[in-house]
């Protein structure tokens, strides 16, 4: 699949790169996308809640009526869940949410997720370029030349660049990553996929194992 290369204008270039085939040209494995993505959404997770249960609160254990007869459920002391301001049961402990995935399944997945954003037309690659300083105003530009404002917009370096990453820093709609870093789920929840000229090469890199 050939794609046009075009400048931070917007205009093209003259120029076209070929994308691998054996990375945006596959057939989509719609479960490794669903585990790689619930992977990401599960690292993201505090895991920090947590409640007092009976044997943690403190308060008296004396017995505060009849086992039976009273009319209502047997409770023990004033700790007991059945009351008001008691302990909970089997309430949320602090843990960790992760859990693990082979490297060729999270392999396959960002192939995937790349398959579909090629499937959609919804790859833009651009030669490479640096900002002089970090202003959001040219960032906002260089997404009006291209025309991809007002849509959610990943952008892919090859390396960390702090001028381009601090402009889009406070664009809700624009997320600048480096070819290292990409996963799946950036990848999905992007419009539009904008990749530099080398960056393709480093994801070819990456991926192709």
């Given at each position: 699949?050939?794609?046009?290369?075009?400048?931070?204008?917007?205009?093209?270039?003259?120029?076209?790169?070929?994308?691998?085939?054996?990375?945006?040209?596959?057939?989509?494995?719609?479960?490794?996308?669903y585990l790689d993505v619930k992977q990401y959404l599960a690292n993201?997770?505090?895991?920090?809640?947590?409640?007092?249960?009976?044997?943690?609160?403190?308060?008296?254990?004396?017995?505060l009526g009849r086992q039976k007869g009273g009319g209502g459920a047997?409770?023990?002391?004033?700790?007991?869940?059945?009351?008001?301001?008691?302990?909970?049961?089997?309430?949320?402990?602090?843990?960790?949410?992760?859990?693990?995935?082979?490297?060729?399944?999270?392999?396959?997945?960002?192939?995937?997720?790349?398959?579909?954003?090629?499937?959609?037309?919804?790859?833009?690659?651009?030669?490479?370029?640096?900002?002089?300083?970090?202003?959001?105003?040219?960032?906002?530009?260089?997404?009006?030349?291209?025309?991809?404002?007002?849509?959610?917009?990943?952008?892919?370096?090859?390396?960390?660049?702090?001028?381009?990453?601090?402009?889009?820093?406070?664009?809700?709609?624009?997320?600048?990553?480096?070819?290292?870093?990409?996963?799946?789920?950036?990848?999905?929840?992007?419009?539009?996929?904008?990749?530099?000229?080398?960056?393709?090469?480093?994801?070819?890199?990456?991926?192709?194992?």
């Open positions: 699949m050939e794609v046009s290369v075009l400048n931070i204008n917007g205009q093209e270039t003259g120029r076209k790169v070929t994308l691998n085939e054996s990375i945006f040209g596959i057939e989509p494995n719609d479960h490794v996308l993201q997770r505090q895991g920090t809640a947590k409640t007092k249960e009976r044997s943690e609160l403190s308060g008296s254990t004396r017995k047997r409770r023990g002391d004033i700790n007991s869940p059945v009351l008001v301001g008691g302990a909970r049961v089997f309430g949320p402990k602090p843990r960790d949410y992760g859990f693990k995935l082979n490297k060729k399944v999270k392999q396959l997945a960002r192939k995937s997720a790349l398959s579909y954003k090629a499937q959609e037309n919804s790859i833009l690659v651009v030669e490479d370029f640096n900002l002089d300083a970090p202003k959001t105003k040219d960032f906002v530009n260089i997404a009006k030349n291209l025309k991809v404002d007002g849509r959610k917009t990943l952008l892919v370096l090859p390396e960390v660049n702090k001028n381009v990453y601090l402009s889009a820093r406070n664009l809700q709609q624009a997320e600048v990553m480096t070819a290292s870093t990409l996963n799946t789920y950036k990848v999905l929840n992007a419009d539009v996929l904008i990749v530099t000229e080398n960056s393709l090469k480093a994801i070819d890199e990456i991926l192709i194992k």
